[in-house]
């Protein structure tokens, strides 16, 4: 059975008219009777009562072209839904996020996303580390990745978004909440809740900070995320630098103060190099247009010259 002979079918149902089918389908009448002859011959029945002055379906007729037009509609729908799946309009992406990147960057992506891609389905995953978002990467469990670089290896595309100042958070009865301007130095002698992860790259920045502050920060706890490491900084177990963005996370019994001599701290935009889907292709078109994502800058000399 083949489907020019259900199309076929269904225009003559349809009109109820061979020489009006033909036209619509831009056949010839005879090669269409044919075919819808060849139909009724493979089935075993008759389809439709000819005379010579009309055609009409008959019981089976009638049934046949019910479930041909929903088989066709289903048809028809699969091929635009994949057409749409391999032009990267459509389909499910999983996104991670570092610490509070979620709270302070996902409304703006996924409204963007949705405005300009409104049938991708986003499937978050939040408070995620650097390394752990690497590895997610890297076994095909995330698509794409808001982290904190830097980022071993050659194997991802890692472009900035934005770069952030460090803040102090302070237990809210803390000597120092209500101190007017604030230096790393001055929490020299504090101890300091970080994250457990070795390879984080906010431990990093503390650490760089404190030692061009002239000391070594006293590591006394450590959290597996953002909020374990806020709380212990609300119950008075120590003081923490963290990023910016970590103002949007409101915890009681935690201020988040301003700092001067601290280093600076990247976000950043990751996805796996040489192999992303359409659809991941697009989404970085569409973060690109929305603002969100710089486009991508040439590090080719050649390639810098032809655009000057």
């Excluded at 089976?60 to 799946?85: K, N």
């Amino acid at each position: 059975m083949e489907l020019r002979h259900l199309r076929q079918f269904v225009a003559v149902a349809e009109t109820r008219h061979f020489g009006q089918a033909a036209k619509r389908l831009f056949l010839a009448q005879p090669a269409l009777s044919q075919s819808v002859r060849q139909l009724e011959a493979e089935l075993g029945v008759t389809l439709l009562a000819r005379t010579t002055r009309q055609v009409s379906l008959t019981p089976a007729g009638e049934y046949f072209y019910r479930e041909t037009v929903r088989l066709l509609a289903g048809l028809d729908d699969s091929v635009t839904s994949v057409r749409r799946i391999d032009e990267g309009r459509t389909g499910l992406v999983r996104i991670g996020f570092t610490g509070t990147a979620a709270f302070d960057r996902l409304p703006a992506i996924a409204r963007a996303l949705r405005q300009r891609l409104p049938e991708v389905v986003l499937e978050i995953h939040g408070d995620l580390l650097t390394p752990a978002q690497v590895e997610g990467l890297r076994s095909a469990e995330l698509d794409l990745a808001v982290l904190r670089p830097p980022v071993a290896g050659d194997d991802l595309e890692v472009r900035t978004i934005a770069r952030e100042s460090m803040v102090l958070a302070l237990p809210v009865d803390h000597r120092l909440a209500q101190e007017p301007a604030l230096e790393v130095l001055d929490v020299s002698f504090e101890s300091f809740v970080m994250y457990s992860d070795a390879h984080s790259a906010v431990n990093e920045v503390v650490v760089r900070s404190c030692r061009l502050a002239g000391f070594t920060p006293k590591r006394e706890h450590e959290a597996p995320d953002t909020s374990v490491l806020l709380a212990l900084v609300a119950a008075g177990l120590g003081v923490a630098l963290v990023p910016e963005s970590v103002r949007s996370m409101k915890l009681d019994g935690v201020v988040f103060r301003d700092v001067s001599g601290a280093d600076t701290i990247d976000l950043a935009l990751a996805w796996s190099r040489g192999k992303s889907l359409p659809l991941v292709t697009s989404l970085i078109s569409a973060l690109e247009d929305a603002g969100i994502l710089p486009s991508a800058v040439p590090t080719d000399p050649a390639a810098l010259k032809d655009i000057s």
